[in-house]
């Protein structure tokens, strides 16, 4: 299984930005998708996560409020909308597949390439 995140780009604070995530395979009802964010000399951090079949959501503290993360079962695609982005937004964004909810990035088995978000204050 292959992912490929897109999406990623310059921002402005305050502004929005839309990423993609699109699995190669079939993504099935008890798998969970998810966002990472990674700054260079730190740990990947969850960002947010969906479970496939009940659309069910988490969120980092840090985003709730601002991101939204959906999936289009019939497009096999998962988005991640960033409103209100701050400087701090700013990171490599991961996606990953799980075969259930963690928010840790280990527990994770299929990661995408990253895409780079920058968040110019």
């Known amino acids: 299984v292959q992912l490929q995140a897109s999406g990623g780009g310059l921002v402005q604070a305050g502004g929005s930005l839309r990423l993609s995530c699109a699995p190669s395979g079939r993504t099935y009802s008890s798998h969970v998708m998810g966002w990472f964010r990674q700054v260079p000399g730190k740990e990947r951090d969850f960002v947010a996560a969906i479970r496939w079949g009940t659309g069910m959501t988490y969120y980092a503290d840090s985003v709730k409020g601002r991101f939204t993360i959906s999936r289009d079962s019939a497009k096999n695609t998962m988005y991640l909308q960033m409103n209100t982005v701050k400087p701090d937004d700013s990171a490599v964004y991961y996606c990953?597949?799980?075969?259930?909810?963690?928010?840790?990035?280990?527990?994770?088995?299929?990661w995408g390439q990253g895409t780079l978000v920058t968040v110019s204050s």
């Open positions: 990953a597949r799980a075969k259930g909810y963690s928010t840790i990035w280990r527990d994770y088995d299929y």
